[in-house]
């Protein structure tokens, strides 16, 4: 064996030659690249605007340097806690990714055994293979025999038979994507038994997993359902503001040459011929345009989106949501159709014998219920018939080594072993021909024990034991029965028999045999599944089930876990799906629940179909195969046990393999989308409200009471910590019984329209009645600047936002539905209040506030108060409709 090592030299020469087994790694953003990138957000682009023509008014000395500067720094927070969170979870999963793939493979290297780093193997490395191995590169066996799992790169659950292939059959094929070869192995399968040497061929990129890898590195340009609603908000925003500047210099200019000259065509003229006067009234129209424009930008929603999205990426690491993504949260909350794989998503991934029937038809969950007499003919043939041991540790009982089947029976078994006195004198290995194995014994008992599939085994069947251990006639049409029954609930059956013959070279005397019994195998559907797969479906969200098993097989386990139905749910095998032409598959895809024996393009396949629907289509995976499918979809879901290519191409990564987990990310998908539309409720009503009375103000001949820095101070301080409240709101189960939004539905809704505007207007109205109102000036201290007027008006603006956060945080007439959920909210509620007033009397010329009395103070929060009962009663009295 020592003679298929490479020696030193010859390990530095093939490494030149055909370079070493690294993969190329994904060219991931550094903070800086993603930093610039988040400057495409629709908003901040809005806000560049206001800063560019904002700074260029300060050099002419119409701003203040510091309005520039609060627009500068609203930027900066947004962009940077965006880009922060980001970047800090996409490095905790590339340290998942290293630990994944610290590999050591057992390679000849100069004569000896050696542990090898999977990066350092060159072609014409021999590596040893046993049980539990990952092949580290592709290539061909030259000595021995294995078993190997290539799920994960061409989705067949099966596992292949690899052996060495005669001399010079191998060379120059032109075939490295041939997974039925009986000779080749690759990368990224997984050896599930027996003991062999590979001869390395390909290693890093020009594998075939290194192929894939590479061809997913293409980036996807179509843009998330978040990104499309905050795309139409901010060219809703954008001509508004504009608009609204535009008519408010307008109208300034109007009053100030028309209105002002009693409409007096000679005054007009004269008025126009003064160009300084007429020219320092442009410059104030286009300041006041400036001012609208600033103030209908809500400069606090890009860091509020980024804050909530960040705080809530820490709760789902807890849950065992890895988010890659910081859009792929949203996202996930978006989806209409789920196409998910059923091993290890919706089922357990793992094999367990479930049952175990006699040749009576008698069954038995558990081998300790069998009677003494057969439960130890039943032991023997569990226990002397299999590749697989029983290891026993501090930790406990493990099963190792054979296949996943034998792993499975070994572990059913291992409580009724008992110690007879046999042993192995011959053996047959199972093969596709015979479909089963067999083991004689001599000692305590002289048999031949028998395992395999029932159609090969019970037909030759003369007999069987009944549950005393005693040799009786068989019940063939029970047996049958329980065989039918089983199959039905997609278990897989195994038969066991016994013979009085002996194994003569290959092969055991046909007839005569007794059966001992059938046992059912299967990989359980998850518990929790279910409940997940219902709550997924109640939230209006298609769920389908792609899987390589056969169709009755696929039809058991998505009835068990609620995915099939009945009435007109559609089952369909990858050759009827590849027989429908696009046009059918999207007629019927609402109708489709199945796709059996799937292939990796029909995953592919199925997201194009459905996002040319307009539909927001997730995919889950965990295979090199169900990488490009990942990729494409609007968010992919890994499997944190799946391979680095699959998590690599994924937004979010499922840590536990777990259905329940999936359903906890859309949960948390809405949650966000809730609390950004509250948050939208809450900052629109304030930006709205501003436009309204500053538009008003001007005409009315009055100056502005809101300032740009004031507006600043409200939407950049105020609404940070607004965010972190909204951001705290907790995932409501009510949350998954919305139906999903559609991918280019408005982030506002009527009903948020209706709060906006209920507000806004309420908000303008009482302002303005604290303004012009005789009586409402009286309330407050009179001085020749109405500072201390102007200093209530900007308080009472606050703490009326304050009072409207309650309105905006839930659509329900009881306000505090929940809040001690979310016990930051007080919090940060009562730090706003602290600080406002704080800045009533610290704020000084910057911020317009000169202090207030407590009589004054108590005019304030009563004006402040009045929005609560007008928004009890535009929620009382709404169309519920409005509320979708």
Known sequence: MEN????????????????????????????????????????????????????????????????????????????????????????????????????????????????????????????????????????????????????????????????PAPSGVLEDDGAPMDFLNPHKVFRGSVVCGGNAVMRVRSVGDRTVYGEIASELQAEDDRDSPLKVKLGHLARAISKFGYIGGATIAIAFLFQRIVIGSSFDLAQMTLYCSNWLQLLDDVVRAVMLAVIIIVMAVPEGLPLMIALVSALNMGKMLKDNVLVRKIIGIETAGSLNILFS??????????????????????????????R????????????????????????????????????????????????????????????????????????????????????????????????????????????????????????????FAVSDAEIEGESLPEGGWTLVGIMGIRDEVRPESIGAIREVQSAGIQVVMITGDRRDTAIAIASEAGILKGGDDMVLTSDELAAMSDDEVKRGLGRIKVVARALPSDKSRLVRL??????????????????????????????????????????????????????????????????????????????????????????????????????????????????LAFGGEPALARFMREHPK??????????????????????????????????????????EGNRYLLTGFFAFFIIMAVFNAFNARTERLNLLDNIGRNKGFWRVITLIVVIQVAMTYLGGAVLGCYGLTLREWAVVLACSFSIIPVDLARKFFINTDLKA
């Open 4 to 163: 298929f090592g490479l020696s030193g030299a010859q390990v530095e020469e093939s490494r030149a030659k055909h370079g070493d087994n690294r993969l190329t790694e994904v060219e991931g953003e550094g903070f800086w690249r993603k930093l610039l990138n988040n400057f495409g957000d629709p908003m901040i682009k809005i806000l560049c605007v206001a800063l560019v023509i904002n700074v260029i008014f300060a050099f002419m000395g119409q701003t203040e340097w510091y309005e520039s500067a609060g627009i500068a720094v609203a930027v900066a927070l947004a962009t940077f806690v965006s880009t922060y969170s980001e970047y800090r979870n996409e490095n905790a999963f590339q340290r998942l990714q290293e630990e994944a793939s610290k590999i050591k493979c057992k390679t000849y290297r100069d004569g000896r055994i050696a542990d090898i780093s999977i990066d350092d193997i060159v072609v014409g490395d021999c590596v040893l293979l046993q049980a539990g191995d990952k092949i580290p590169a592709d290539g061909a066996i030259v000595d021995g025999e294995i078993k190997a799992d290539q799920s994960a790169l061409n989705g067949e659950s099966h596992e292949a038979r690899k052996s």
């Open 341 to 370: 794989d059923k091993t290890g998503t919706i089922t357990k991934g793992q094999l367990e014998a479930v049952t175990f029937v006699d040749g009576r038809g008698a069954a038995y969950s558990a081998p300790t219920d069998v």
């Open 372 to 495: 003494e007499g057969l439960r130890r003919i039943l032991s023997l043939c569990i226990a002397r018939n299999t590749n697989a041991v029983i290891s026993r540790d501090e930790k406990g009982m493990s099963v190792i080594g054979g296949n996943a089947t034998e792993r499975a029976v070994l572990a059913y078994g291992a409580p009724i072993f008992t110690d007879a006195d046999v042993t192995v004198t011959k053996s047959i290995p199972f093969n596709s021909d015979n479909k089963y194995s067999a083991s004689s014994v001599s000692g305590e008992y002289k048999l031949t024990l028998i395992k395999g599939a029932p159609e090969k085994i019970i037909a030759r069947c003369g007999g069987c034991y009944d549950a005393d251990g005693n040799r009786v006639p068989l019940s063939l049409d029970k047996v049958e029965l329980a065989i039918n029954d089983l199959a039905s609930r997609a278990i897989r059956v195994l038969a």
């Open 610 to 723: 459905a996002q040319d629907l307009n539909l927001v289509a997730g995919m889950t995976g965990d295979g090199v195969n169900d990488s490009p499918a990942l990729k494409k979809a609007d968010v992919g879901f890994a499997m944190g046990g799946g391979t680095e290519v699959a998590k690599e191409a994924s937004d979010i990564v499922i840590l536990d393999n777990n259905f329940a987990s999936i359903d906890k990310a859309i949960l948390y998908g809405r949650t966000i989308f809730n609390s950004i539309r509250k948050f939208i409720i809450f900052q629109l009503s304030i930006n709205v409200s501003a436009v309204l009375i500053s538009f008003a103000a001007p005409l009315l001949g009055m100056p502005n009471p809101l300032s740009i820095t004031q507006i600043l101070w409200v939407n950049l301080v105020m609404d940070t910590l607004a965010a």
């Open 742 to 783: 559609r991918r280019e539905e408005s982030i506002v809704s009527r009903y948020m329209w209706s709060a906006i505007g209920t507000a806004s207007l309420w908000t303008s109205a009482v302002g303005m009645f604290i303004l012009l109102s005789p009586v409402a000036r009286g309330w407050f201290r009179p001085d």
